[in-house]
């Protein structure tokens, strides 16, 4: 695997838009690069992080995060250099970011800020 310097993904391009992420008619605010948490019910809740692709590039991406079950990653959406998000799962996910699912998959992300979970799946249990 090639490593790249982190300026050459859309981390340091990209920190400090503002973005807007909207689900039916409820708005979630959030700044690239900074901590930031919006619940959105009981148990999921959009988190602000970074995501590093396999090619070692960095971006500003947001992660939609199952706060009951141990904090499992419920899908992803990255900030691209034109201002757009684009998520994962959306056919045209590699089109937008211009890489290849070699250059993305697989990736590691980190949430920015702290995360309050619980595990459902073992609290009943013995």
């Known amino acids: ?11 340091t391009k990209t920190k400090g838009t503002r973005c807007t992420i909207q ?3 409820l708005t ?9 948490r919006s619940k959105l019910d009981d148990d999921y809740a959009f ?3 970074t995501v590093r692709f396999a ?14 079950s141990s904090g499992e990653l419920g899908g992803m959406m990255v900030l691209t250099l034109d201002g757009k998000m684009t998520q994962q799962g959306n056919p045209d996910f ?3 970011l211009k890489r290849t699912s070699g250059q993305v998959f697989p990736y590691n992300y980190r949430i920015l800020g702290g ?7 073992t609290v009943s249990q013995y």
């Open 23 to 25: 689900d039916g008619e």
């Open 55 to 68: 090619d070692g590039t960095e971006h500003n991406a947001f992660f939609l995060i199952d706060e009951r």
């Open 94 to 96: 590699l089109k937008d």
């Open 28 to 36: 979630y605010e959030f700044t690239a690069g900074k901590p930031g």
């Open 115 to 121: 995360m309050p979970c619980t595990d459902i799946h």
């Open 1 to 11: 695997m090639k490593h790249y310097p982190k300026q050459y993904g859309t981390k």
């Open 47 to 49: 988190y602000s992080g």
